[in-house]
């Protein structure tokens, strides 16, 4: 078993300055106990861009003036590291927050600030008893399989689908009833990216639920952009636009190829199972060049000369792009690919029609949509 919906402590995104939201001044007062060093750093993120403070303890208090665009997640540690962990995250808005933390359990700190901190930390309890729940469970699953008891571990697999229902529905709810509140963005952003346990509908619903004030913030922005890259790499929807470079240094977007049927090819050099498909694309590409059909070709390699030689001698006569990341190739991630050869057909207005069409299926395919 696998855990999907635990909450881990750290995650931020970027945005700009929410709509009907007037930027605040906030305050942070701070109190800590057994503290040898003199600093504490206070640390957000917001435009793609790290922001980290560093504030004076005296006589084990602190007190921290900032200004917010919005209500907005932060953190503090106890290194200027913004990922250093253990941390302390919460949520500042224009209520004054108190931090009382010991030394040596900063991630056990008590805070207490306005209606949106109190949302965080009414979420955080709920996911504390889930994950207790979810604990146990994979205790008991791992005693049955250790014992060979197969009925025990079916059912303690069946415990544990339950109960991820059970997050989904709670979460659901509670963004239902924070529909306001930039900490449903967040929720939606951060635990809806697993697909495995949250489909499309759930991130749909999830969303729809949300008031145009929480949509307006960066976790509700950033809810929203989940939603569209997920829509963005499934049949029936548009397929998320991306850019990457050609062998030229010239930048290629996928909606430059929008009028034609296009066949986006995720392929490498170094993988076999690609090059033994590539005969069926050239086939393909040559039967239908001229009815306005392409190809744009991804590659997955990271040696330029190997990728290039590969297309060389494929005869790969179509527009080729490359990151040269290897598995890292960012378009590969928009479209979550994790195994190639694979590919996504799109229609003349950008639309996924069909995925994953190799050998006669390719050309079967071609023959139904042009005429």
């Known amino acids: 078993m696998k855990n999907y919906f635990l909450v881990a402590l750290f995650m931020a995104g970027s945005c700009a300055l929410a709509q009907n939201q007037k930027p605040f001044n906030f305050s942070i007062e701070g109190e800590v106990k057994d503290l040898k060093q003199t600093y504490i750093y206070l640390h957000h993120k917001w435009n793609d861009k790290d922001y980290t403070d560093s504030i004076k303890i005296v006589n084990g208090k602190f007190v921290f003036k900032g200004k917010s665009a919005e209500p907005n997640m932060h953190w503090f540690t106890t290194t200027n590291n913004i990922n250093a962990q253990p941390n302390c995250i919460f949520f500042v808005d224009p209520a004054v927050i108190k931090v009382r933390f010991h030394a040596d359990s900063i991630a056990y700190a008590t805070v207490k600030g306005g209606s949106t901190q109190t949302d965080y930390s009414d979420y955080r309890m ?44 709670n979460l659901q709810e509670f963004i239902k009833t924070h529909n306001k509140s930039a900490v449903s963005g967040f929720i939606i952003y951060y635990d809806f990216n697993n697909p495995q346990v949250f489909n499309l509908q759930d991130i749909e619903m999830a969303v729809g639920n949300l008031d145009k004030i929480a949509l307006n913030t960066k976790f509700g922005k950033l809810a929203n952009e989940r939603l569209k890259s997920m829509r963005g790499s499934m049949i029936g929807y548009e397929a998320t636009n991306f850019s990457q470079n050609d062998p030229n240094g010239k930048a290629v977007k996928l909606s430059d190829l929008k009028g034609k049927y296009v066949l986006v090819d995720f392929w490498a050099s170094w993988c076999g199972p690609c090059r033994q498909e590539n005969p069926n694309v050239v086939m393909a590409f040559n039967k239908y060049k001229d009815k306005g059909f392409t190809v744009l070709g991804v590659s997955f390699d990271s040696n330029r000369d190997a990728w290039l030689a590969a297309v060389a001698k494929d005869n790969l006569n179509w527009t080729q792009v490359s990151d040269l990341k290897g598995w890292g190739n960012e378009a590969g991630k928009l479209f979550s690919i994790s195994s190639i050869p694979q590919n996504l057909l799109l229609d003349k207005n950008g639309i996924i029609i069909a995925k994953n069409l190799r050998g006669v299926a390719l050309d079967e395919k071609l023959a139904e949509i042009i005429k």
């Open 126 to 169: 709920l996911m504390a008893g889930f994950s207790a729940q979810n604990q146990q469970l994979v205790t008991e699953y791992n005693q049955a399989r250790n014992a060979g008891d197969m009925a025990l571990v079916n059912q303690k697999q069946q415990e544990y689908e339950s109960l991820n229902q059970k997050v989904k529905s």
